[in-house]
DNA sequence: AATGAATGAGGGTTCATTCAT
DNA sequence: CATGAATGAACCCTCATTCAT
């Protein structure tokens, strides 16, 4: 399993990377620090001396998580210029995340520690929001998509993707995603073209 | 807010309303049974002597809220005949429910309490499924719906209607859901038929 | 060793009274719960459920402290008419309090738990103050005390009482010191009186 | 302030300023070898290369306090003949040290680090005696002091001053200690001399 | 001589659970 | 049936100390 956040060659990555998938698999408050010092092969002073406390460490990963989606995505979806284009590129995008590092997109789907965000919101509830409503709204202005309530149309592509990609990580779909884009990505596009 | 599971009268329902909320705000470990305690106005004693343990009580709290559920999906959703029929019958039942009792469906759609649930499934993606492909299997033999692959469409039809309860949830629609039903099924309706 | 404070017959009570003599043999930071919970033979529980923390403890451990001393001078020392009898009741009081229970004595003399008092000032040099000067300021008004600096008077009554006190908890004066009541009264008296 | 014992030039000479400082301030336990390197500009391994172990810093800072005070107090009051002259030059001495360097002279009246000395004396208590024992024997020989038990006119000479440099330490005694020396040892005189 | 990353024992504290009343 | 005082395992975190650089 790739890492996409961190290198597992320095203690502070490999802390967070046995981090995400502690805190994905368990819960944060599950997770102990005993926990991560058994999985990343370091230290309690490690950890210590690393991030000054449990949280902290969550807040890091937190934030490293939604740089590294935001930059994924605005270097994939975003500079495409049609809607169906970039409704495709996104499928891609987190299809390809699915399986390149699946705990990122768990992480990008479940958590809301709440030691880290004060809103409650998930990773794709609100970084994730801006990118869908920014291809609907492109969408709309150039008429690729019809003229449908936002809400209904964010739920649609934001529900369809992730919806997928859960039944892929809770084992209910058993192949690969990307070999699922073509269907997913026209699905989506019945459902939203003008 | 109605209490779809239990009766406050009884100690007995004042310990499960207070947990299912607590669960759903805090998660199962962050709450305590002395939160329990406070928040059911009953005593550690009376917790212990309705349940043996907290994991037993978060088991017995689970398979209500998935008797519930199946109980009025088979009553609201199955009954009907056409595919059509059933899948705006599922975004009414599960759009009124999150009006209704936002802690049960916030239940629904995220508790996956590893001490209860061992393939850390939650009620949607288990019980939750088995509605949607019946309503799949029923529609697409009946020529409804169009020959897609079942995961896309259970994708499909999941993934809208949670979606944009979760929106809801999360405060990012503000909206009763049920306003957003008609737009909803259309939305659906437009990616699956024949 | 009579427990001027506290009552073994109660788990709180035994608390408290190991904490005293442990706070006065080795300082509140050395002192753990644990070594508490060995010599009040309790629990960690049980000290936590009678006190919130251990700061907790030794802030109601120095307000007994305070009010119980308080009580002693004020019913012995204050009542009595001219300064050379206030002088020798102060005397008395502590010289008997010394060999009823050293630890409450040594408390009075040298604890200053930074947790608890923000001010640093042991108990001597609050509360013990007070008495002090009330007994000079009322000494002077009667002709019975000599014209000089309160402050060297203060000094004067308070030093020679407290340093003989600490030579006895020291183990440098090994009889009991009421034997010594006279002869220190009547060197306060050479110093201060008109 | 300027340091009676060490010098700021070195690097053992800044740890050990800073030790004594944060010793008196907070107590040997509290205080951290990272509170000593912040404090003294210098690093953990710096600490280590000059002290072995914290205890031994420890050690050699309370075998430095005591060297300096039986220098300075076997220069300016042992040399001298008469008891009241000797009284009146132990009571400049203490009172200007703790004008000069408050943190010595409040680490000579407190300072009882378990670690170091084992019979949990104070510099005061066991060197400081040695000084005050010798004035009462000489002037007792030379019939200058009054033929009083020796502990009590110990008591008298050394609780009065400490009792005092206690007051001007916890700040309620406000003005420099010197201008009180006349009428300080005055009284102890009245209660000395024979 | 100097540095600071790494170690882990042991601290204060929480909380599920028991049981005498 | 109901109560809550008592228990102790296991949590997060601190900090004296080591050692490779």
Redesign the pocket.
């Known amino acids: 399993m790739p890492e996409l956040l961190t290198t597992t060659d320095t ?1 502070r990555g490999r802390i967070l990377a046995s981090a995400i998938q502690l805190f994905v698999d368990q819960g944060y408050h599950v ?4 926990d991560i010092v058994a999985s990343s092969k ?5 950890v ?3 991030f ?4 902290e460490l969550a807040r890091e990963l937190h934030q490293q998580v939604i740089q590294e989606f935001m930059r994924q995505a605005e270097e994939s979806v975003l500079p495409l210029a049609s809607a169906k284009d970039r409704i495709r590129a996104y499928v891609d995008l987190l299809f390809s995340l699915t399986e390149k590092d699946s705990y990122f997109v768990a992480y990008l789907l479940h958590a809301r520690p709440r030691v880290v965000v004060d809103d409650n919101l998930t990773v794709c509830s609100r970084e994730g929001i801006e990118v869908t409503n920014h291809i609907i709204a492109d969408g709309k202005a150039k008429g690729e998509l019809r003229d449908e309530d936002d809400r209904i149309l964010c739920g649609v592509i934001s529900g369809i993707i992730m919806r997928l990609v859960d039944l892929r990580l809770d084992g209910l779909i058993v192949e690969p995603l990307p070999t699922l884009a073509d269907k997913t990505t026209d699905s989506i596009w019945r459902a939203v073209r003008a």
């Open positions: 203690v997770t102990t620090i005993p370091t230290s309690i002073g490690a210590y001396h690393h000054s406390s449990k949280e």
